[in-house]
Nanobody, 124 residues
């Protein structure tokens, strides 16, 4: 079992930055690939970024490439999402997820554990 708790969401202006954190507890964190997703009301869950257990492999959704950066600290059992050049269309709830393998995936159904989500609002 893995418990995930997101933090760092809030209000930012367009062009600004926020950093989300996801603290993990429970079973060994360092062997799990991690992902960030987001979901707006009435829409499907969208892949934002993923990172391998070692941190050596990262993937990004097309809408955030070049603006967002995912990283992890396996000592602190925490994964981060640095969001720069924020746009109003980035406004939604962001979720952290853990996969039972070492390689990330863009498909939400391949993740087993999910956090409760954190709201990000970007004003124009």
């Amino acid at each position: 079992q893995v418990q995930l708790v997101e933090s760092g969401g809030g209000l930012a202006q367009a062009g600004g930055s926020l950093r989300l954190s996801c603290a993990a507890s429970g079973r060994t964190f360092s062997r799990n690939a991690m992902g960030w997703f987001r979901q707006a009301p009435g829409k499907e869950r969208e892949f934002v970024a993923g990172i391998s257990w070692s941190g050596g492999t990262t993937y990004y959704g097309d809408s955030v490439k070049g603006r967002f950066s995912i990283s992890r600290d396996n000592v602190k059992n925490t994964v981060y999402l640095q969001m720069n050049s924020l746009k109003p269309e980035d406004t939604t709830v962001y979720y952290c997820a853990a996969r039972l393998t070492s390689v990330p995936s863009p498909r939400p159904h391949e993740y087993t554990y999910w956090g409760q989500g954190t709201q990000v609002t970007v004003s124009s």
